[in-house]
């Protein structure tokens, strides 16, 4: 049984959990938020304090992902790293209580206020909020009702922070993201489909050591998970610099991992840090399994054509970038990995038409570029 007085330290001890395993999640952590090494000691200190900080998980229009990937995390588990140390006391999906009870244990946190304020699945506009309604309240009345009071919002998944699935074309529930219908409280947002459950345990670590949540872009997602694209860290971005490009599933290049872009990847226009943190334990990720990014963290990918090629011809590449030179010799892709992720997206993009043309390694079949990607996505990285 866990009391109020416990810190996190004393919870993972009583469950077997080493001091030196507390600290190398405290590492972990620093690590993920993209923190100095000397950031763990500050986290441990934060994360020993005994207190315990109310939790208000709202599901709405969604499928349960969310849910269901934060409570499968690991090493440690996600219930011993934050749900142990937070008063979660409103969740449909791992409350026991049901019905009027649980609707009284809400009110009764929301009225008490100090919470932070989870949200998955998006809020639905549509005929005054018929679609998706919970003990007779609309999505939206839902939201701001459980906004009042709250001192931070966390918009988990595509579908909390930009529609998502439901808000795809045509839309026929008007479906939203929180942003869209809060406006007076900080919000963050952690999209994916479904979100990696290790950008949430940072995020809701870093509000527990300084108070206040991560920085974030323009889009509210956190900066450390959020703030490069995932072209830049993919380990098939020596092969997209070298022309070296899938044509077809079960080719010979699919075979040896080469670059997914022919096949639709959108890694080269999404932002997150899929290449880094992985999904299962760090197992793998799409790209690594062989299938290409669908962008499930940027705003309307279910809009995008899914299996053709970004239009990255029409990005600009800075004056300050050195030029494309014919190369003298074979490169290395490996090496292009290396060099390129340095570089960023831009140069290995103009690198790979370049050397395609120079060196015919792609047959003759260069990148599409009729191809034209929603605005939204082609004005973020337009600059």
């Known amino acids: 049984m866990l009391h109020i007085g416990e ?4 919870i993972l001890l009583t469950r077997g959990v080493s001091r030196r395993d507390f600290m190398k999640f405290c590492g972990l952590m620093a690590s993920a938020l993209a923190l100095p090494k000397n950031t763990e000691e500050m986290i441990a200190r934060a994360l020993e304090q005994p207190r315990r900080t109310p ?3 709202l599901e709405l229009q969604d499928c349960a992902g969310c849910s269901e990937a934060f409570l499968r995390s690991s090493s440690p588990t996600a219930a011993e790293i934050v749900l ?7 969740h449909e999906t791992i409350m026991a209580a ?21 949200v998955e699945g998006s809020i639905s506009k549509g005929n005054n909020g018929v679609y998706c309604c919970i003990g007779g309240k609309s999505s939206v009345d839902l939201v701001q009702e459980a906004a009042r009071n709250a001192i931070a919002i966390i918009a988990v998944g595509n579908c909390a922070t930009f529609g998502g699935i439901p808000a795809a074309s045509p839309n026929p529930t008007d479906a939203v993201g929180v942003m869209n219908i809060i406006s007076d409280k900080p919000i963050i947002n952690i999209p994916g489909c479904p979100m990696n459950p290790v950008n949430l345990t940072a995020t809701v ?4 050591t300084f108070g206040t949540l991560p920085e974030t872009d323009a889009l509210k997602r956190p900066l450390f998970a959020f703030g490069d694209l995932i072209h830049n860290n993919c380990e098939r971005r020596g092969h997209f610099n070298a022309g070296e490009f899938v044509r077809m599933w079960g080719d010979e290049g699919h075979r040896k991992g080469w670059c997914l872009y022919q096949m639709g990847c959108k890694g080269p226009i999404s932002s997150h840090n899929c290449p880094i943190v992985r999904y299962n334990e760090g197992t793998n990720w799409p790209i690594g399994a062989g299938h290409p990014c669908i962008g499930c963290s940027e705003p309307g990918f ?9 239009n990255l011809p029409n990005v600009t590449p800075p004056t300050t970038y050195p030029p494309i030179e014919t190369p003298d010799r074979q490169i290395s892709p490996a090496g292009i990995a290396i060099s390129g992720t340095a570089v960023g997206a831009i140069v290995g993009a103009a690198g790979a038409f370049a050397y395609s043309t120079l060196t015919n390694r792609s047959n003759g079949n260069g ?3 009729e191809k034209e990607i929603p605005d939204h996505v082609e004005e973020k990285h337009d600059e």
């Open 7 to 10: 810190s996190i330290q004393e």
């Open 98 to 118: 049901s019905g009027y009870r649980a609707e009284a244990a809400k009110e009764a946190s929301i009225e008490a206020g100090g919470y932070v304020l989870v």
């Open 205 to 208: 670590v870093h509000f527990l």
């Open 367 to 369: 990148p599409e570029v």
């Open 84 to 90: 142990d140390v937070l008063s979660v006391d409103y």
């Open 302 to 310: 279910w809009d995008l054509t899914t299996y053709s090629p970004v």
């Open 55 to 57: 939790v208000v998980w």
